[in-house]
Structure formats: structure tokens, C-alpha cells
DNA sequence: GACATTACTTACATTTTTTATAGTACGTTA
DNA sequence: TAACGTACTATAAAAAATGTAAGTAATGTC
């Protein structure tokens, strides 16, 4: 993750893509190694920082901050901290978030139906 | 692209996620920048290794080759040689590639959406 | 006063993906 | 005989994503 070189042929390239394909501009979204898992498990509801990690085997405390951070930045997730010490922080979709749920449920049949396949 | 190394930890995350989530294993298969707009193309119909790489913006002819190669592995696309000269090469979609086509079209749907939100 | 808890942050290393550029094979056509 | 078109391959380098390891803050408990 960290930041994009916003020089790169490689941002330029997204964005152009993104421009004319939604398609793409949505699979920038919720690309990367965790984020559509991450979400799968938010549909169930709010999640804390560390029952999230629970879930999700061997990511690393910093790749579920990243990945949080830029789903928050996308308005996927809304993120809610709660001044106590230790500190808690829950994390839960948001509206268009909560949108994703048939897409993932379809992804989910059809990579299990894949996997048969091959 | 190119190899991915199977003593990596990033590997053997993959594949424990793809082991136990069917959505992070599709993820897999159609993530990358470019596998889910040449689906989306290939939907359409078949269409040959110059006609793809005109509709794509900015693609590189290795990037190119290293998708379709990776989606033929995937049995997402058929490839097929006419050996002719100049060589002619056809790509289309599989019965499972083909099956990609309403995801494709709510992952569309949803970026629309997404895209108006931000 | 040392220690545990929680949700991080930081610096750095490694791996993976993407881009850049040049070159190849091979019959056909000029 | 030399250039043309197509679908690539080879090699290198840049950029992005992911992983490792250590540290922080605040406070309540031992």
C-alpha cells in the first residue's frame, strides 16, 4: 500500500481505466489481498480492530490498518473510536459497503463453483 | 506477473485465504489491473490480440500476453491459433468465464453508484 | 513501579506487479 | 531482397503491495 506516485505510468493508467470502466474503478476499490474478506466479514456486523484480526489468519496488524485506512478513505467502512483505555475501535460497513454484499455473495459461489473446475 | 515465489509468506497467505474464502480465491483469479476489463471486452464476443490491446488504453503488449496467459490458465478464456501468416490469435470467454458476466455487470452498477457517492 | 491491554505507528526489507524497450519468426508483398 | 504485419519473448527497471519487527500512549491492576 503506502502511497501512489501520482507521476507513475501506473496512475495514470488507473485512472484512465477508472474513468471509463466502472468496472474497474470498482476493482480498484476493493482490490487488494484483504479487502473483499475483510468486508465479507463485516457483513455480519461491527467488528472490533482485534476481532478482526482474529479472523482473518496471519494478516499483520500493519496490512489491517492499511487496508481499513483505505476502505474508510472509500467510504466502505465507517470506523468509530471510543476514548476508553485500552482503547476500542469498531469498524462496520457502510451503506454502499452494505451494497457489496450480493457482489461478494456471488463471487463466493462462483469461485467455489471455479475451484470444482479446475 | 511473472513467477510468484512459493516460499514466501505472501504466498502461503493466498492460499490460505483462498483455501477457506471462495471470494478471496476469485479474488485472486480476477484481480490484477487488467483481467476484469479484458473480460468485460471478451464478453462481447471474440476478439483478436491487436483488437484487445486497441481497446485498452495504454496496455503494454507484455502486460497483455501476461493476463490472457494467466486467464487461460484459469480456464477463463479460450485461446486459439490460426497458424496463418501473419499469425492470427482469438481470445474468448469460457462457459465459466461467460458466467463472470453478471458480476462484471453489478461490480459496474456499484462503481457507478460509488463513484457519484464520492 | 513493573506490567498488561489495545489499536495503532514507524522504519525497513522483501515480494509481486507493472512498465519500458528492444527484438523474434515467418510467409507475403513490393 | 527488403520491408510489413502479427503476436508474441527477453531483459531490465520502476513502482506498488505486502511482510517483519519494534515501539508508542494511556491507564488500570498487581
Known amino acids: 500500500m503506502?502511497?501512489?506516485?501520482?507521476?507513475?505510468?501506473?496512475?495514470?493508467n488507473k485512472q484512465?481505466?477508472?474513468?471509463?470502466?466502472?468496472?474497474a474503478y470498482a476493482a480498484n476499490i476493493i482490490?487488494?489481498?484483504?479487502?473483499?474478506?475483510?468486508?465479507?466479514?463485516?457483513?455480519g456486523g461491527k467488528l472490533r480492530f482485534g476481532?478482526?484480526?482474529k479472523k482473518l489468519p496471519?494478516?499483520?496488524?500493519r496490512m489491517l490498518t492499511l487496508q481499513l485506512r483505505k476502505l474508510?478513505?472509500?467510504k466502505i467502512v465507517k470506523?468509530?473510536?471510543?476514548?476508553?483505555?485500552?482503547?476500542?475501535?469498531e469498524y462496520e460497513?457502510?451503506?454502499?459497503?452494505y451494497e457489496l454484499k450480493p457482489i461478494i455473495k456471488h463471487l463466493e459461489k462462483w469461485g467455489q463453483k471455479h475451484k470444482d473446475l479446475m
Open 2 to 12: 503506502s502511497k501512489i506516485k501520482e507521476t507513475s505510468t501506473n496512475f495514470a
Open 16 to 23: 484512465a481505466l477508472a474513468d471509463e470502466c466502472s468496472e
Open 31 to 43: 482490490g487488494g489481498q484483504w479487502a473483499l474478506v475483510i468486508c465479507s466479514w463485516l457483513i
Open 51 to 53: 476481532e478482526l484480526k
Open 58 to 61: 496471519n494478516i499483520t496488524e
Open 72 to 74: 474508510e478513505e472509500n
Open 79 to 89: 470506523r468509530t473510536v471510543y476514548t476508553e483505555v485500552p482503547p476500542r475501535v
Open 93 to 97: 460497513l457502510t451503506p454502499i459497503g
